[in-house]
Structure formats: structure tokens, C-alpha cells
């Protein structure tokens, strides 16, 4: 099986590594991809450059095996859709199963996505637990599609929704970006790497 974490990543942070390894391992995954958006179709162009975004992403993972980064969206031109992201990964995989992990608060947005009803022709979708976001009562397109036992994913390639407990780690990028901005330590909130790439270039100031 393959998971897809999709985010901005403006920065990356433990909340984001810690869970996408917890979850690579819960669900044995093959390959677990951290996958950044070129242009949030949600939100305003983040400040920081999708470039430098992928660098923090890159000194975040090294020496850790398990988690990828895949940068599709990066090369695309236009508004990151997940389902077009989603489309061409099933378009190199065949009929692996393939699970897009989100945490709770932006499962609460779904509903808002381009095309968000063909998000699970692609992959199933996993929605973690995150501190200050209790999930919304599934739509009732999700309904018949949930499940109770997530070895019920690994049995076809999507279409399926599950809810996964992980570990509890009250950690936002956006509480991370003001911290520089007020000149508070950011430190144990993300990798030292990252905080040193981020002084360096004077983000977030
Ligand atoms: P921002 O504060 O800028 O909105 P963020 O910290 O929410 O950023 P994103 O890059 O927007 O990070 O999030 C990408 C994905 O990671 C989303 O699915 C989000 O739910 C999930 N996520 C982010 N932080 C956590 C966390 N602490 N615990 C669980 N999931 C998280």
C-alpha cells in the first residue's frame, strides 16, 4: 500500500513527521510520501517559495527511510487539486491500494475540494486525530464506504474511509510562523534542520 500526506508544509513540523511515520507503520505501508502543494487551492499563496518548502521538507526526512517526498504538484502549473494529484499517481501504480491520510480539521474542509466525490475513485481515505479538531459527522456520500477494520483497506485499490487515533501533538505551522515572527524558540516543535534553514533565509520575520 502507498499513502499520500498532502500539506503546505510552510513549515514542516513534528505534527506532520510524527504522524506520517505512525501511520506508515500502522498500516505497513510500502511507501509513505509526504507530498507538498505547489499553489493551495484553498488558501493564499503561502510567502515562502514552494522551492524552499520542498528544501525543509528534504532536510526533514533525511535519515529517515520511511517517508518520501513526492513533488508532483510542484511540477504542475495551476491550482493543486488532490484528486488530479491522486489520479496520476493511480495512472503510475496500477491497482495498489493507495490511502490519502489527512487529519481530522481537514476532513471538516473536504466537502469544499474540487471534485472532493472522486477523491475516493482513486484511494481510500484515512483521517487522523489532531488536538482542537473533533471530526464532523461523515457526509452522506462517505457512509456506505466507511469501515471499522482498517485490514479491510490492503483488500482493493480505494473507496474506502476509516478514522485513525494517533499520537496527540498540538503543533501548527501557523503557530510555528508566529513564533518567529515574535522571536520565541520554535525548538521541539520541529527539526533543528529545519529551525536552521529557517534563520538562515530569515523566514517568517
Ligand atoms: P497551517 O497552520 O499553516 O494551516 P498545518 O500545521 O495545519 O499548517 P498543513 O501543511 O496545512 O499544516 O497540514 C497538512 C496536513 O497535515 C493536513 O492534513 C493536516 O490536518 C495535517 N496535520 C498538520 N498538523 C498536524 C498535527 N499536529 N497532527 C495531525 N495532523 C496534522
Not at 503510475?92 to 490511502?99: E, G, W
Not at 489527512?102 to 474540487?114: E, K, M, P, V
Not at 457512509?143 to 476509516?162: A, F, M, N, Q
Amino acid at each position: 500500500m502507498i499513502g499520500i500526506y498532502g500539506g503546505t508544509f510552510n513549515p514542516i513540523h513534528y505534527g506532520h513527521l510524527r504522524t506520517a511515520l505512525e501511520v506508515s507503520e500502522i498500516f505497513a505501508l510500502d511507501e509513505m510520501r509526504l507530498l507538498p502543494c505547489a499553489q493551495p487551492a484553498h488558501r493564499a499563496e503561502p510567502e515562502v517559495s514552494a522551492a524552499m518548502r520542498l528544501q525543509m521538507l528534504q532536510l526533514a526526512v533525511k535519515g529517515t527511510a520511511a517517508l518520501q517526498i513526492d513533488t508532483r504538484e510542484l511540477q504542475r502549473a495551476g491550482p493543486s487539486y488532490m484528486v488530479d494529484t491522486l489520479a496520476s499517481i493511480r495512472a503510475d501504480i496500477a491497482r495498489l491500494p493507495l490511502i490519502l491520510f489527512i487529519g481530522s480539521d481537514a476532513f471538516n474542509g473536504l466537502t469544499s475540494w474540487h471534485r472532493w466525490q472522486k477523491l475516493s475513485d482513486y484511494a481510500h481515505i484515512v483521517v487522523m486525530t489532531r488536538p482542537g479538531f473533533t471530526p464532523d459527522p461523515l457526509p452522506d456520500f462517505y457512509t456506505d464506504k466507511r469501515v471499522d477494520d482498517r485490514h479491510s483497506l490492503k483488500s482493493c485499490p480505494s473507496g474506502k474511509i476509516y478514522f485513525q487515533q494517533v499520537t496527540q501533538l498540538d503543533i501548527s505551522a501557523t503557530a510555528i510562523r508566529q513564533m518567529f515572527a515574535e522571536n520565541k524558540s520554535a525548538r521541539f516543535l520541529l527539526p533543528e534542520s529545519v529551525i536552521e534553514y529557517i534563520q538562515a533565509k530569515r523566514l517568517y520575520t
